[in-house]
């Protein structure tokens, strides 16, 4: 099996997959797990936990795929796949790797490698042109093309965050609970709180996907029409219910998005293995530097 690791900046997401599914858009796990991510943890430290949450079915684990959204810990997993996890094939998604998503974007290499994953299993299951939102550490709101090409989007302060930044700075407010409110008239400091933070996010994840769905509209004549907006994240199950444009929930999307690198990356090492064993060139011609669209 296949066992996806997302370190987040607040949580780690944790599934095994089953192998030999690359190419399906959608492949239900058959484990999952969520533990707290400790910025300070390493590499051994990082293997006991994820071992000692498998248990016997780290027997099963044929390929690892992983990313993580805090560079610290980045180091740290990489560590961990090459000393733990040596004898198995390991992707750990960062700037480089062929993820098969071209990224629109000023600096590619700055991109989440979250923001790319969700980005290629939004498109690989939806198809067409896509939104993407996350209600993570961050809420954020991207843009995917027809042709599933990563064109940008927003980053905002996430729920939770925006919920303890308030609290620590105004006086008369205290931390609450993150619940949708009964009414949007808030008759309650509690509930007005909620009315600000869970439906004035949903309000403005509603408001960028409609300004990036028309974006991607305005690029491409075959983005007109209805875009699929896809929403993931620890706080997805609050808001995105709020939300009006929201048209699907895919809590592993994430997950399901390393899962699909980690097929493509082996079918490309495999093609390669093929035409060293065969003596064939690469398919294609070979593209010039400057038609090269930023890819990783
Ligand atoms: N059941 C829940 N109820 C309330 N908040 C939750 C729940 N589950 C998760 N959260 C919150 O969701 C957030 C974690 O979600 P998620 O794992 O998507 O984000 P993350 O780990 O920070 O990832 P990223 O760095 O990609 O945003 C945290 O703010 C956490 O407090
Ligand atoms: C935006 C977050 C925090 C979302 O998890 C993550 O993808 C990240 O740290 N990205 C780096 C900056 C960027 O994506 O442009």
Redesign the pocket.
């Known amino acids: 099996m296949l066992l996806c690791i ?1 370190v ?6 944790l599934a095994l997959y089953p192998s030999g599914s690359d190419d399906d858009a959608a492949v239900a796990s058959r484990w999952d797990a ?1 533990i707290r ?1 400790e910025r300070r943890a390493t590499a051994d430290e990082l293997a006991l936990t994820v071992r000692g949450m498998l248990g016997p079915l780290l027997a099963e684990v044929d390929g690892v795929a992983a990313l993580s ?2 560079p610290a810990l980045l180091r740290e997993l990489r560590g961990m796949l090459d000393k733990h996890f040596a004898g198995v094939e390991h992707v750990l998604v960062e700037p480089g790797v062929r993820t098969g998503v071209p990224l629109l974007v000023d600096n590619p290499k700055e991109v ?1 490698a ?1 923001r790319v994953v969700q980005a290629l299993a939004a498109h690989q299951r939806f198809g067409g042109p896509c939104v993407v939102v ?5 809420t ?1 709101v991207d843009a995917v093309s027809a042709a599933g090409e990563f064109l940008g989007g927003a980053i905002a302060a ?4 925006s919920a303890d930044a308030l609290a620590a700075r105004a006086a008369g407010l205290r931390p609450v609970e ?1 619940v949708a409110p009964r009414s949007v008239l808030g008759r309650s400091t509690v509930e007005g709180m909620q009315v600000g933070l869970v439906l004035g996010a949903a309000a403005m994840v509603d408001g960028l996907a409609r300004r990036l769905g028309a974006e991607i509209a305005a690029k491409d004549a075959s983005g007109r029409g209805p875009v699929a907006v896809v929403a ?7 808001v995105a219910p709020e939300c009006e444009t929201v048209t699907h929930h895919v809590p592993d999307l ?1 997950l399901q998005g390393l899962r699909l690198v980690f097929g493509r990356v082996r079918a490309a090492a495999r093609a390669r293995e093929d035409r060293r064993r065969t003596g064939q060139p690469a398919e294609g011609r070979p593209v010039e530097p400057g038609a090269r669209k930023a890819r990783r």
């Open positions: 997302d987040g900046n607040t949580q780690t997401a969520r991510t959204t805090v989440g979250d996350t209600f993570g550490t961050s954020t996430g729920v939770a965050v993150l993931c994240g620890g706080l997805a199950p609050v994430t």
